[in-house]
């Protein structure tokens, strides 16, 4: 049974920063892709950032140089630095883990967590 368990969300004030945690098990973690993806009020879910098991990245252009993405494969967990965190980065937070292979793709989901910056 897959589980992505999304932790560290919260309130913070604009200019502030954040780290939210996934946790990974019933995959093997270094075979997957890891993002994070968020859903704001009224809008549709967008990419966040992805990270490769070999280090390569990928950001939405809105949290480059704001957000980092980062993986531990010793403890199957990718974290989500936030910086300078606007209001405009309220939404909720969702774990994902992808593999493509040549017949199928494997895609799992978190269940969120809530990041509202706010003052």
């Known amino acids: 049974q897959v589980q992505l368990v999304e932790s560290g969300g919260g309130l913070v004030q604009p200019g502030g920063s954040l780290r939210v945690s996934c946790a990974a098990s019933?995959?093997?973690?270094?075979?997957?892709?890891m993002g994070w993806y968020r859903r704001a009020p009224g809008k549709q879910r967008e990419l966040v950032a992805t990270?490769?098991?070999?280090?390569?990245?990928n950001y939405a252009d809105s949290v480059k140089g704001r957000f980092a993405i980062s993986r531990d494969n010793t403890k199957n967990t990718v974290y989500l630095q936030m910086n300078s965190l606007k209001p405009e980065d309220t939404a909720v937070y969702y774990c994902?883990?992808?593999?493509?292979?040549?017949?199928?793709?494997?895609?799992?989901w978190g269940q969120g967590t809530q990041v509202t910056v706010s003052s």
């Open positions: 994902n883990a992808r593999r493509e292979r040549v017949l199928y793709t494997s895609n799992y």
């Open positions: 019933g995959i093997t973690f270094s075979d997957y892709t």
């Open positions: 990270m490769i098991s070999g280090g390569s990245t």
